[in-house]
């Protein structure tokens, strides 16, 4: 797991406020933070390095602690896209990377005029990032989603089971998976952490029900009464998201399934497509999946091949044939 910066030590006054205001105010994850620490600092150092304002020529030596208001007000549209650039020709970023760094500087940005009243004005309100390429969600089909939990057995199969009929029902992410705590479960009801300390309240199914009672009667032998996790190891610690990654891989490869073509984040979109098929409608699913915005669910209502499918049998000109050559 990828050690957190200590921003707090490595930053200029302006940007560890910012820093410390998505931490405790905004309530996002120390990962989220150190993103974007890390994508600040990469900026600033480059906009060191343009305008001559170290002696290192090694760019991750380059010191940003004198970063200053006065030299941010200085910066212009132009020199980031010129980052860009940098990013692109000199550090062979992808699209998808340089886009994370556009959308932490849009925030470091807002939050200099909106709400530390530093600017007047925000020169990156109109910022274009990277055009991403628009790729579909892989998924297991409902009978190799049927496949791979049947194929669930050894030491730890309740335990591995019941994370599978999560993952494949409720659509969770491993994050949400790996915090999830005992006392989480309330009857019917699965107590859910989500992305930016979001709780939401999940609903669940006859199969869910039955796969943690079968759980719970294997964990409770193992008398953890101290350990608040819900799923452990058999050292009876939390797990962790590399052991789940591990165990999502050896039973898909158990099931005849592609390990590498799949992974615990396929199952979360294998269960959002399954219910989209089987009549749920896309914003209660994105309150399933914990969606912030509706845009990022309706990626999912392209993937439903049967609905295009009769659309496209429902046009009038579908039985239309060419006239034969006399």
Known sequence: MPVAHDY????????????????TVRG????????????????????????????????????????????????????????????????????????RKVSSIRSFYKYLT???????????????????????????????????????????????????????????RISELVGLNVTDIRENTLRVLGKGNKERNLYLNDGCIQAIHSYLTVRNMMTLDHEPALFVTARKKRISKAGVHKLVKKHLLEAGLDPEKYSSHKLRHTAATLMLQNGVNVRTLQEVLGHDH?????????????????????????????????
């Not at 707090?8 to 931490?23: A, G, K």
């Not at 390429?133 to 089971?161: M, Q, W």
């Open 114 to 172: 909106n709400k530390a009243k530093l600017l007047n004005e925000n020169p990156v309100q109109d910022l274009d990032a990277p055009r991403l390429k628009r790729t579909l969600p892989r998924y297991l089909t409902l009978d190799e989603s049927i496949l791979l939990l049947a194929s669930v057995d050894g030491k730890n199969k309740e335990r591995d089971f019941c994370i599978l009929m999560l993952f494949l029902n409720c659509g969770i």
């Open 8 to 23: 707090s030590q490595e930053s200029p006054p302006v940007l560890r406020d910012f820093l410390s205001y998505h931490e």
């Open 28 to 99: 996002h994850s120390a990962n989220t933070v150190d993103e974007y620490f890390l994508d600040l600092r990469s900026f600033f150092r480059y906009m060191k390095q343009k305008r001559g304002l170290t002696d290192h020529t090694d760019f991750e030596e380059v010191s940003i602690l004198d970063i200053d208001i006065a030299f941010i007000r200085g910066i212009t549209l132009s020199d980031i896209y010129d980052y860009l650039t940098f990013l692109s020709r000199g550090r062979n970023l992808n699209a998808a990377s340089r886009a």
């Open 294 to 326: 509706l845009n990022t669910t309706q990626i999912y209502t392209h993937i439903n091949n049967e609905d295009l499918q009769i659309a496209a049998r429902a046009n009038p000109l579908a039985k239309e044939r060419m006239k034969k050559s006399k």
